[in-house]
């Protein structure tokens, strides 16, 4: 792997076998160059990133799914950034397609959350208006932490009491049947979950957006063309003016970009 940006006077590139492209960074080197920002005098506030990946002409996805379109260095990027963070946002639609499971616990980051006053694995949060899910999956009910289901306050009652009996935690981030994801920040953020990762759906990533709440976008470029009419990385509302990032750091390796875009 090597640093394309910023450009320092030190490479991080070392000779491979053959020539090829630098060495494979270790999860600590991954960790530092994610990591969230520092608290601010008032203390740690929340902050929202999203993981996402596109193919050069804008595809998230290839048949419905993320991983055709993936690589190894993705997947150890995806897996860092699950570990920096107290909680992972996701859409109900992302948990029905991907086949979510619970995240898990990973030695490698263990002592580093137990210093950053973490759990072993991040809380997995999913934005739910309908609460249609089917909670026999290991994602409920075999969790290191109860999941998080984060719905509107006109929810049937019936499905918030088939959540809870499985385990669950309702928590109501909206009126009627919408969440607010402002309000969902917030909720979260009160439970002391203020490291957040989201790793979309394109429509749930399209309402943070359009809602201003996104301050970073860890964006995986996959030298790859599918054509087709798969969703790009958000989707949904749009805003009025488009949202201006700027680029704190882009790696690559293999052909895969991997850029690191904050909120200007």
Not at 36 to 50: K, T
Not at 99 to 113: H, I, L, S
Not at 213 to 220: P, R, Y
């Amino acid at each position: 792997m090597r640093r394309l940006f910023p450009v320092t006077d030190v490479t991080d590139e070392t000779a491979a076998p053959g020539g090829e492209d630098g060495r494979e960074w270790s999860l600590a080197e991954l960790a530092a160059a994610y990591a969230y920002p520092e608290p601010g005098p008032g203390g740690r506030e929340p902050w929202l990133r999203a993981n996402m990946v596109s193919t050069l002409d804008g595809a998230a996805q290839h048949d419905g799914r993320s991983q055709p379109i993936s690589c190894p260095a993705d997947m150890r990027i995806f897996g860092t950034l699950r570990a920096l963070a107290d909680v992972v946002l996701v859409g109900a639609q992302t948990v029905r397609q991907e086949g979510y499971r619970p995240a898990r616990a990973r030695t490698e980051f263990a002592a580093a959350r137990e210093a950053a006053g973490q759990g072993p694995a991040p809380v997995i949060a999913v934005v739910t208006a309908s609460l249609d899910l089917d909670f026999s999956l290991p994602l409920f009910t075999s969790p290191l932490a109860p999941t998080l289901l984060l719905t509107g306050a006109g929810a049937a009652p019936g499905r918030v009491a088939a959540a809870e009996k499985a385990g669950a935690r309702v928590i109501t981030a909206g009126e009627g049947g919408a969440v607010d994801p402002a309000r969902a920040v917030r909720a979260l953020a009160d439970l002391g979950h203020t490291r957040l990762l989201t790793e979309g759906g394109p429509r749930l990533l399209g309402q943070l957006v359009a809602a201003g709440v996104l301050d970073e976008l860890c964006l995986t470029v996959s030298p790859m063309l599918t054509a087709g009419d798969a969703q790009r990385i958000a989707g949904g509302p749009s805003v009025t003016l488009p949202r201006r990032f700027t680029l704190k750091s882009m790696l690559e390796e293999d052909g895969f970009l991997f850029t690191r875009y904050q909120r200007s």
